[in-house]
């Protein structure tokens, strides 16, 4: 096949059918939309080149960044569409948490500015969060900005109805799926591919993944943040399931090791989402359906994400302490201590304060005499034994008292005799008007 530009590659990617001795199912066909093989390498390829294109001659003309709001997959296909219009590219973000995809931001020539977000808690006079004023900041005319505004751009949805939908109908013969599932970053793949399935096949069921409750897959959001997306809209799915970060390893391996497809860890999330939930139907059908499930990205972006949840898969010896191996059992014994019960130990007995979040939202505002690790640094050291006495009393803070309530319940499992967590993080404590200060 012949091109003029490499632009023109995007799109039209491969419905690979997944075998049924793999996935099991007996009355469903299942097929993986491929949008890993995008030629920058994932499904918001697409978006990403329609909605720069609007406006990339005249932010050619002018001289003008193109900004997005993204750490991840639409950061990347942004970059090289700036680098090959000659634009410099500023990808704004929460703190980055893939390393190889920020290494690959820059090697494309990406400005990256990681900023707080609200949840770390950095100012409790200021309604508005640092991403919330910086949106604010690029919307405005002559700003020197192309936004591409993904969380809120109907170009977002329209790449995906205008592309990906009709691919999966058409190479499905004209009537689509019956059942269709997804995941859900900015909710544009998933909303624009079930709009169109339903003009086809008004019974199709759409399934959106969405990561468990304070777990990490990357690109998508979890089952507490997904309401905050723009685009988002509950009544676009028939239902909203949840996946762990393991259970997404789990499918990417099948998915890698069986079907040769090298997809990542949300491809995983989406190949394991769909075959549980079809394992729920399979059994009381009369005639054959049809599933579909996207492939977002591809594996190789994300060594650093599997060595730490799985680091025998790359024969590295088992983390046993580490918060992602914590059994349920051993999480639910965190002891977790609320604002007024903190405020009066700490004026008692002195417990180090240990402030999990990053260095930008500390340094904005902290708990007195606190000090700042960063919960990946943090993570770190306890890999490396107790940092501290074991009977040192140790106060864990960090945004809303999830993650530290995880490190507490890690110290005493690992013989820590008085590690706490701040129930509702800085955020309760803030609220509960307990003093703060800056550095
Ligand atoms: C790896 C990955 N998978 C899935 C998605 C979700 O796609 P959407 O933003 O269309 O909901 C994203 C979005 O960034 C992603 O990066």
């Known amino acids: 096949m012949k091109y003029d530009s490499i632009l023109d590659v995007i799109g039209e990617t491969p419905l690979v059918r997944v075998a049924p001795d793999v996935h099991g199912l007996r009355n469903i066909d299942l097929y993986a939309k491929l949008e890993m093989l995008n030629p920058f390498g994932s499904v918001k390829d697409r978006p990403a080149w329609n909605m720069a294109r609007e ?7 002018r001289g003008d960044s193109i900004v997005e709001l993204s750490s991840g997959n639409t950061a990347k296909a942004l970059a090289v569409i700036a680098a090959m219009h000659g634009l410099p590219f500023k990808s704004v973000t929460n ?26 808690c950095l100012d409790p006079t200021d309604t508005e969060d640092p991403l919330t004023r910086m949106y604010r900041m690029l919307t405005e005319e002559g ?17 995906h109805r205008g592309g990906t939908a009709p691919e999966i109908v058409k190479d499905l013969g004209g009537r689509g799926p019956d059942i269709f599932i997804a995941c859900v970053g900015t909710a544009g793949s998933s909303t624009g591919v079930a709009g169109v399935l339903r003009e086809h096949n008004p019974a199709v069921s759409v399934v959106g993944l969405v990561a468990h409750k304070s777990d990490f897959i990357p690109g998508i959001r979890n089952i507490d943040e997904v309401n905050e997306v723009g685009l988002f809209d509950p009544a676009n799915y028939d239902t909203i399931e949840s996946v762990t970060a393991q259970e997404a390893i789990d499918g990417m391996l099948t998915l890698n090791r069986r079907c040769g497809m090298l997809g990542g860890p949300t491809g995983g999330a989406a190949y394991f989402g769909a075959v549980r939930h079809l394992k729920e139907i399979d059994e009381t059908l009369t005639e054959r359906r049809t599933a579909v499930f996207i492939v977002c990205d591809r594996v190789e972006s994300y060594m650093s994400y599997v060595r730490q949840r799985r680091p025998e898969l790359l024969r590295q010896p088992p983390r046993a302490d580490s918060v992602d191996t914590l059994t349920d059992a051993e999480a639910a014994a965190a002891v977790s201590v609320d604002v007024a019960a903190a405020r009066e130990w700490i004026e008692r007995d002195r417990p180090l304060v240990v402030d999990l979040r990053g260095s930008f939202a500390y340094s904005a505002l902290h708990i007195a005499d606190s000090v700042n690790i960063v919960d990946e640094i943090f993570d770190e050291l306890v890999r490396g034994g ?40 800085v955020v309760a404590w803030r609220d509960a008007g307990a003093p703060l200060v800056r550095d």
Request: some cysteine; hydrophobic content about 40%.
């Open 55 to 61: 406006g990339l001659s005249q932010a050619v003309e």
């Open 95 to 120: 703190r980055m948490k893939v390393p190889e995809i920020k290494d690959l931001l820059l090697l494309l020539g990406a400005e990256i500015e990681e900023l707080p977000g609200q949840t770390e």
């Open 143 to 159: 700003s020197g900005y192309l936004h591409t505004d993904q969380y809120f751009n109907p170009r977002n949805l329209d790449a």
């Open 386 to 425: 107790l940092p501290f006495g074991s009977s040192r009393p140790v106060l864990l803070v960090c945004p809303v008292g999830e993650k530290s309530a995880r490190y507490a319940a890690l110290l005493a499992k690992l013989g820590h005799r008085d590690a706490r967590s701040l129930r509702g993080g």
